[in-house]
């Protein structure tokens, strides 16, 4: 199986995987691109996979499903591109033969979900939409930040060698932000150098792995010591709970410049 980004808009992408006749995409908030690269490779559109309702999610999954007669797969309980395949936590939905397990991960949308396959050629996989990024997370425009903290717990306990497929490049505004919480991070310092060198040639700095984000990600990072005192410094006000430091930082990266 090959698994690659498309770049669409300024700063999405639109995952692919597929094989030797066949693939899926994941999250198409446009048609157009996706249908090129389709022809070019001479590949049948099989599944689309979406997380969540937000346009530039799903702008493009109807039209490709009437072009191509692929099945649409999307979460309960937000408003999809119909018809569907409804799908949700526990569910495992069958997608070129791989079995990808339905993961709920509510705070930047209320029905928000991941996609995992364990194994793809012997390397877990993970499609988690705008919920965890690299070096960051989305925002929390639906859920709260308990809700987002117990999402990033339930990705963070997947397998270190996890490819984590985010829908958006935003790693190094991202990591600008992780070296101020962090300034001491050493492993944050080595993978902002990697990250830069790879924008400088415009390549994805995606996939990111679940290793990585745990060594890097203030927001996997929120019960780390430096982590912690980072945010208490930031809002001395703010109570030490996990879910106060986790708010704290959140709200912070929503002002950080
Ligand atoms: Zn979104």
Redesign the pocket.
């Known amino acids: 199986m090959q698994l690659l980004p498309i770049p669409a808009f300024t700063d999405n992408y639109i995952w692919v995987l597929h094989g030797t006749q066949r693939a899926l995409v994941v999250d198409p908030g446009e048609a157009g691109g996706v249908m090129d690269w389709l022809k070019q490779h001479g590949l049948q559109l099989d599944t689309i996979l979406i997380t969540?309702h937000?346009a530039?999610?799903t702008g493009g999954a109807a039209s490709l499903r009437e072009t191509t007669g692929a099945r649409v797969v999307g979460p309960t309980g937000e408003p999809m591109p119909e018809p569907l395949q409804r799908v949700d936590e526990g569910d495992t939905v069958m997608v070129l033969g791989l079995p990808f397990q339905v993961i709920k991960v509510p705070g930047?949308?209320a029905g928000h979900i991941a996609y995992y396959c364990p194994d793809v050629d012997g390397k877990p996989l993970l499609f988690c939409?705008?919920t965890l990024f690299s070096g960051g997370c989305?925002r929390l425009?639906e859920g709260t930040p308990a809700q987002m903290l117990n999402s990033l717990d339930r990705l963070s306990a997947l397998p270190d060698a996890t490819q984590v497929c985010c829908?958006h490049e935003y790693t190094l505004a991202n990591l600008k932000f992780a070296q101020a919480v962090e300034p001491h991070n050493t492993e944050l310092a080595a993978y902002m150098a990697q990250c830069q060198a790879l924008r400088t040639q415009n390549f994805p700095t995606l996939p990111s792995s679940i290793l990585v984000e745990k060594q890097i990600n203030p927001f996997l990072r929120s019960r780390q010591a430096a982590v912690r005192q980072a945010a208490t410094v930031h809002n001395p006000l703010a109570s030490n709970d996990d879910v106060s430091v986790f708010a704290t930082l959140r709200a912070w990266k929503n002002v950080f410049k």
């Open positions: 969540h937000h530039d999610h930047h949308t939409g705008d989305g425009f829908t």
